[in-house]
């Protein structure tokens, strides 16, 4: 089978490693808890401020239907799918997919963007929440 980069689109850092701070043991057993400090606290602990921005996965989720030869109206699942960034996408570009996401983070999902959050769940991916072969992606 072909491989494929499926993050070709997928914009590229400006590599600005100098800037990146410090980590210690206790940012890191913040970030653990996957909650407001990992994904809108400071940079120490996570993202720093998790916010949707278009250009990031509208290209990409185009790659992932031509790829996957997804029909309009597919199933398609993203585990840890946080705050449905990527979900939200898909729907703009496939309206009449049925999307689900899980995330281990409450906090994502009870920030998850507004279109998306009724398809989204807190969730485990060693223990999904759905039937196998529920999904086509």
Same mark, same amino acid.
């Given at each position: 089978?072909?491989?494929?980069?499926?993050?070709?689109?997928?914009?590229?850092?400006?590599?600005?490693?100098? %800037?990146?701070?410090?980590?210690?043991?206790?940012?890191?057993?913040?970030?653990?808890?996957?909650?407001?400090?990992?994904?809108?606290?400071?940079?120490?602990?996570?993202?720093?401020?998790?916010?949707?921005?278009?250009?990031?996965?509208?290209?990409?989720?185009?790659?992932?239907?031509?790829?996957?030869?997804?029909?309009?109206?597919?199933?398609?699942?993203?585990?840890?799918?946080?705050?449905?960034?990527?979900?939200?996408?898909?729907?703009?570009?496939?309206?009449?997919?049925?999307?689900?996401?899980?995330?281990?983070?409450?906090?994502?999902?009870?920030?998850?963007? %507004?279109?998306?959050?009724?398809?989204?769940?807190?969730?485990?991916?060693?223990?999904?929440?759905?039937?196998?072969?529920?999904?086509?992606?």
């Amino acid at each position: 089978m072909s491989e494929v980069n499926l993050l070709e689109r997928y914009p590229k850092g400006k590599g600005r490693s100098a %800037e990146r701070p410090v980590i210690t043991d206790d940012d890191r057993r913040i970030s653990k808890q996957f909650g407001k400090d990992y994904f809108d606290g400071d940079r120490r602990h996570g993202y720093g401020g998790f916010n949707y921005h278009e250009r990031f996965w509208s290209e990409t989720v185009k790659l992932f239907q031509h790829y996957y030869a997804l029909a309009d109206d597919a199933a398609i699942l993203d585990v840890g799918c946080a705050k449905g960034f990527m979900l939200n996408d898909f729907m703009k570009l496939m309206p009449g997919a049925q999307l689900a996401g899980v995330d281990i983070s409450q906090y994502a999902i009870e920030h998850a963007v %507004e279109p998306v959050r009724p398809f989204v769940r807190v969730g485990n991916a060693r223990n999904l929440p759905f039937p196998d072969h529920s999904f086509d992606l």
